[in-house]
């Protein structure tokens, strides 16, 4: 039995079915488990939407968030580590990643291989032929 998890999916789970959605999730991870002879439950987290952004990946993605561990203790979660443009010039803090910054560093591709070229043909042809 794990002694925590990470509950993790797309925001419009808050608002499915009126917020009935959510509320059944929630009642289902807040009920004991019975295994092996022992009785187990989870405290939980508030759901909490997070935005991908917010912590330095070079993408717009709000995701909502359930932890949930059998210790009996609260979680926190994380504060953001990177803000807008107009945050950053007002309090001099860590600005959002671009994709620039994710991928400036790689270095410059290879022309593709003979059979790179051959593979890629029978796929384009695949598409034009079945439409997949």
Do not use: C
């Given at each position: 039995?794990?002694?925590?998890?990470?509950?993790?999916?797309?925001?419009?789970?808050?608002?499915?079915d009126k917020?009935?959605?959510?509320?059944?999730?929630?009642?289902?991870?807040?009920?004991?488990?019975?295994?092996?002879?022992?009785?187990?439950?989870?405290?939980?987290?508030?759901?909490?939407?997070?935005?991908?952004?917010?912590?330095?990946?070079?993408?717009?993605?709000?995701?909502?968030?359930?932890?949930?561990?059998?210790?009996?203790?609260?979680?926190?979660?994380?504060?953001?580590?990177?803000?807008?443009?107009?945050?950053?010039?007002?309090?001099?803090?860590?600005?959002?990643?671009?994709?620039?910054?994710?991928?400036?560093?790689?270095?410059?591709?290879?022309?593709?291989?003979?059979?790179?070229?051959?593979?890629?043909?029978?796929?384009?042809?695949?598409?034009?032929?079945?439409?997949?």
């Open positions: 039995m794990p002694v925590g998890f990470v509950f993790e999916n797309v925001r419009g789970l808050l608002n499915w917020g009935k959605a959510i509320d059944l999730i929630i009642e289902e991870l807040s009920k004991p488990i019975a295994h092996d002879g022992l009785i187990y439950k989870y405290t939980l987290a508030k759901p909490t939407v997070l935005n991908a952004v917010d912590f330095g990946v070079p993408q717009n993605r709000e995701r909502v968030f359930i932890v949930g561990n059998r210790l009996g203790k609260s979680f926190t979660f994380p504060n953001p580590t990177h803000f807008s443009i107009e945050q950053v010039n007002l309090f001099g803090i860590q600005p959002y990643k671009t994709v620039w910054d994710a991928i400036k560093d790689l270095p410059v591709p290879e022309e593709p291989s003979e059979v790179a070229r051959r593979v890629s043909k029978k796929i384009k042809q695949r598409i034009v032929n079945h439409g997949y």
